[in-house]
């Protein structure tokens, strides 16, 4: 089963990330995991494979900038796709980003077109891994 | 730096991008000379933006208004929304409206940071100075917004 790890403090805003990933039909029978902070989500990509994480920047305990720098550094855990949601984004921090290795960048407030769209480049690219 | 309508047009723009993207909310100005009563019952956020320039956004939803808001977000439509599920809500309307609202008026492709949201039940303390702007939701009111730019650079 492919797994889905979502990383926010806000349950509000994992709760829209969720539904927007199920409106875009491409996470059918997929788990998706909660996480309130980037300790949780690494807590949660080393306890079982994930195929995705999508992560807000603005957490506390550690943030989304620190957790990609984790995953990307990590030899288990850098083939994992990132794909940040935020609403602290700038050109210059969304340059930032991808060049440290986020798949895709994505401005709040998302919509269901938006992340399907931004869910199927990623597919795209990690056709092996998603079958 | 904008002046005090710019400030009101970029608010606002943030304010409808937020509202119509995650709740499918119409926002409209309440008639000129609309005062919010700090007695009555409020629910607030305050988002700062801290680089690279210092200002606050303080959104106070009436308490009736933002229930029915979060109900619809969360698609409660046979219970109230929890106190922790609305000030849930009501921080991450904030932290959406803040992002939008600093691209608006960080100058030109800047980075800028901000702060976790605060939340909290009331009406807020807000430092005086404070430009501030009363809405209706789907013309139902009560939705105050007040920006202080604290320290430019």
């Known amino acids: 089963m492919k797994r889905i790890i979502i990383a926010d403090d806000s349950v509000t805003a994992r709760m829209f990330t969720r539904r927007c990933l199920e409106i875009s039909g491409l996470t ?5 995991v909660d996480a309130a902070n980037g300790v949780e989500a690494l807590a949660a990509l080393r306890d079982a494979p994930a195929d995705l994480l999508v ?16 995953v990307i550094a990590s030899p288990k855990l850098n083939r994992v796709p990132v794909m940040v949601i935020t609403s602290a984004d700038s050109e210059a921090r969304s340059e930032k ?10 401005r709040k407030p998302i919509s269901p077109p938006v992340v399907a769209e931004a869910l199927e ?10 079958g | ?24 909310a119409e926002l409209t100005p309440c008639e000129p000379g609309t005062v919010p009563d700090p007695s009555g019952e409020w629910r607030w956020a305050r988002i700062m933006i801290m680089r690279p320039f210092a200002a606050s956004l303080y959104i106070v939803f009436s308490k009736v208004l933002i229930t029915r808001l979060v109900a619809g977000l969360l698609g409660k439509f046979d219970e109230e929304p929890a106190e922790d599920e609305i000030l849930d809500a009501l ?19 800047s980075a800028f940071e901000l702060s976790l949201p605060d939340t909290g039940s009331s009406w807020p303390d807000m430092p005086a100075g404070v430009h ?3 809405y209706m939701i789907n013309e139902e009111p009560l939705l105050h917004l007040a920006l202080m730019v604290e320290k430019e650079e």
Do not use: C, Y
Request: proline share 2%; aromatic share 4%.
């Open chain 1, 55 to 70: 992560t807000d920047l603005n957490m506390p305990e550690m943030d989304g900038e620190q957790l990609l720098a984790r």
């Open chain 2, 1 to 24: 730096m904008r002046d005090k309508d710019g400030l009101r047009d970029a608010v606002m723009q943030a304010a409808r991008e937020t509202l119509e993207g995650m709740a499918f």
């Open chain 2, 91 to 109: 921080g991450e309307l904030a932290n959406t409206m803040g992002g939008v609202l600093a691209r608006l008026i960080v100058p030109g492709q």
């Open chain 1, 97 to 106: 980003l991808l060049a440290m290795g986020a798949k895709v960048v994505l």
């Open chain 1, 28 to 32: 059918d029978g997929v788990e998706l």
């Open chain 2, 132 to 134: 501030s702007w009363n």
């Open chain 1, 121 to 130: 480049k990623i597919i795209g690219a990690h056709k092996e891994e998603w």
